[in-house]
């Protein structure tokens, strides 16, 4: 859906038995999806970010700036 480029924290959570997923560059609750494995914690993640832009826009509240990681 969109070119941005946010970052994705995805953890094994012991306590919840599954992979939490956070997006740094949102602000508000620490973890905002998760999966019961890897590839569903990002996909969830990625459908996060998607609703996140849908709701920021409908709102007209304006986007985060992406968290850009440069390799050294």
């Given at each position: 859906m969109s070119k941005l480029?946010?970052?994705m924290v995805i953890q094994?959570?012991?306590?919840?038995?599954?992979?939490?997923?956070?997006?740094?560059?949102?602000?508000?609750?620490?973890?905002r999806t998760h999966g019961d494995t890897y590839e569903s914690a990002v996909a969830n993640g990625?459908?996060?970010?998607e609703s996140l832009i849908i709701a920021?826009?409908?709102?007209?509240?304006?986007?985060?700036?992406?968290?850009?990681?440069?390799a050294a």
């Open positions: 480029k946010y970052s094994w959570s012991e306590e919840d038995n599954c992979f939490l997923v956070g997006l740094p560059d949102f602000p508000g609750q620490r973890w990625i459908e996060a970010i920021y826009a409908a709102v007209g509240d304006p986007l985060p700036e992406p968290t850009v990681c440069h």
